[in-house]
């Protein structure tokens, strides 16, 4: 089992950066694909990121592709979302995710983090 707590959320305005965290408690972190979805009111949680154990793999969506950056450090149990060009439609609530394969993390399965709000405003 693995708990997850995710880190660096806030308000920017559009254009700008940030660098999402993950924690990861244990000592199987390296076991895991780990992953990175959103959340945005009213609608349905998507995916953005994922990268393999080694971190030597990494997926996106067509969304955060050219913008996003996500990269892992196995020595401090942590998963990072690098996210620049910000716009007003990246505005969710985003959610590490912890699977067992890469297709558990495609089917959402594994364990999650409590989110972190990012606002982007215009």
């Known amino acids: 089992q693995v708990q997850l707590v995710e880190s660096g959320g806030g308000s920017v305005q559009a254009g700008g950066s940030l660098r999402l965290s993950c924690a990861a408690s244990?000592?199987?972190?390296?076991?895991?694909?780990m992953g990175w979805f959103r959340q945005s009111p009213g609608k349905e949680r998507e995916f953005v990121a994922a990268?393999?154990?080694?971190?030597?793999?990494?997926y996106y969506a067509d969304s955060a592709k050219g913008r996003c950056t996500i990269s892992r450090d196995n020595a401090k149990n942590t998963v990072y979302l690098q996210m620049n060009s910000l716009k007003p439609e990246d505005t969710a609530v985003y959610y590490c995710?912890?699977?067992?394969?890469?297709?558990?993390?495609?089917?959402?399965?594994?364990?999650w983090g409590q989110g972190t709000q990012v606002t982007v405003s215009s």
């Open positions: 995710n912890a699977a067992s394969t890469t297709r558990g993390v495609q089917a959402m399965e594994g364990y």
């Open positions: 990268i393999n154990r080694s971190g030597g793999t990494t």
């Open positions: 244990g000592r199987t972190f390296r076991t895991y694909v």
